[in-house]
């Protein structure tokens, strides 16, 4: 499972409140991303890494931001969260530069915006 | 706009039939990747496809890579109900390290 964790795993906030969603890694992987999951969507990118304090944005950034200030731990915040930012949240790392190459995902987190 | 698209996006199939999910994708890239999704869960690397004509097998799944027609299939033979969940490729972009997903396609087996 490349030793991904996301806390929490569950959460129900109120509208307008700000959130943030932790990502950690044990593997030492240059890069991370945020996705979310939205029926009829697949999968979409919100923001990724390409190492500490290095960061771009996805298709679905608006009102996300990110931050990475070690290797093993990846942030994202919702500023002022909104209803459409209910969905669920997958973080996943790159191994791009093994010779696995694929992603590994964390095992999501289930944001409520009432 | 880089897009990937699926089809079907739902499969209800009998078990011990065959069959084919489809994925398109609109770059260069010859990186295509498969990933399996049970109900709830999280998303679980199956196939990773790197060249044109690469084929990869495990079980009764077995993926291909056309990069020339920008089109990479997942076939099933024999389906069995433990096949049921849903696939998603995704494509890795040239030149970048993002990846974009297809929506996914719903399988279930019917028993």
């Known amino acids: 499972d490349a030793g991904i964790t996301q806390s929490p795993r569950h959460k129900v906030t109120e509208t307008g409140t700000p959130v943030t969603l932790r990502c950690h890694q044990t593997e030492n992987h240059r890069y991370m991303y945020w996705y979310r999951q939205d029926p009829g969507h697949g999968l979409r990118l919100i923001h990724y890494?390409?190492?500490?304090?290095?960061?771009d944005k996805g298709e679905v950034s608006d009102g996300y931001s990110v931050s990475r200030s070690k290797t093993e731990d990846f942030l994202l915040t919702l500023e002022s969260a909104t209803s459409s930012q209910t969905s669920v949240y997958f973080c996943a790392i790159s191994a791009r530069d093994t010779r696995t190459d694929t992603q590994y995902f964390g095992p999501g987190t289930r944001l409520t915006v009432l | 706009e880089l897009k990937v698209e699926q089809n079907p996006l739902f499969l209800s199939m009998q078990e011990g039939k065959n069959y084919t999910i489809y994925c398109n994708y609109s770059?260069?890239?010859?990186?295509l990747y498969w990933y399996r999704q049970d109900p709830g869960k999280s998303l679980e690397s199956l196939f990773v496809?790197?060249?044109?004509?690469a084929v990869k097998q495990e079980g009764r799944l077995m993926a291909s890579l056309d990069t020339k027609a920008r089109l990479s299939t997942l076939h099933i033979t024999a389906a069995v109900h433990d096949l049921s969940a849903t696939y998603f490729c995704a494509e890795g972009t040239s030149g970048t390290y993002k990846y974009i997903f297809g929506t996914g396609t719903r399988l279930k087996v019917l028993a």
């Open positions: 770059t260069t890239s010859d990186r």
């Open positions: 890494s390409y190492g500490v304090k290095d960061t």
């Open positions: 496809l790197l060249s044109n004509g």
